[in-house]
């Protein structure tokens, strides 16, 4: 049981380049997101998506795009970077909330991105 | 969208001093969760809280929810350098996305 899965680790990309990351979960939770973080910004929510089929856009979506291609898989796309998306993006899925336990989101171990 | 405002955002001590945190916002929120993320690494759960006035211990570290459901605090007792990390509050409104608090970085020296 791996948990939450990205790929890859580390990226350098070139101004104007394309990229996907990948990430993927094996606890069959229905929810996936995708956040970007930034020294003094905090986590900041991208895409996510709330089952099998849908994607919705959140706080910062402008310059990606999102597939989820299946239960397991939800990936992110630069189509042209560029230097303001350096960042460590999480991808991270949620376990669906019970009054008593509320919400759990589980993070991946993140993708250190630089764009020159 | 709800804000959540975390403070402090640093806080620099000495292994053995006790230190509280504190997650603030003007809404209601249904449950409210913290998370500890350690360098190059994702956050991990630490605690949820759902019940307004609810505290819970989590060995050296204690969570209360307001009574309002508005607010929190971490404390952690007699703090010790594996405690070092960026401590993250976030808010689940009812609906499919959480609103994380910007952080506080804690840095427990020996």
Known sequence: ?????????FQVLKTGQSMTL??????????MYWYRQDPGMGLRLIYYSASEGTTDKGEVPNGYNVSRL???EFSL??????????????????RTASMLSGDTQYFGPGTRLTVL | TQLLEQSPQFLSIQEGENLTVYCNSSSVFSSLQW???????????LVTVVTGGEVKKLKRLTFQFGDARKDSSLHITAAQPGDTGLYLCAGDEGYST???GKGTMLLVSP
């Open chain 2, 35 to 45: 998370y500890r993320q350690e360098p190059g690494e994702g956050p991990v759960l």
């Open chain 1, 1 to 9: 049981n791996a948990g939450v899965t990205q790929t890859p680790k």
């Open chain 1, 77 to 94: 796309r630069l189509e042209s970077a560029a230097p303001s998306q350096t960042s460590v993006y999480f991808c991270a899925s949620r």
């Open chain 2, 98 to 100: 959480l609103t994380f």
């Open chain 1, 22 to 31: 990948q990430c993927a979960q094996d606890m069959n939770h229905n929810s």
């Open chain 1, 70 to 72: 299946n239960k397991r």
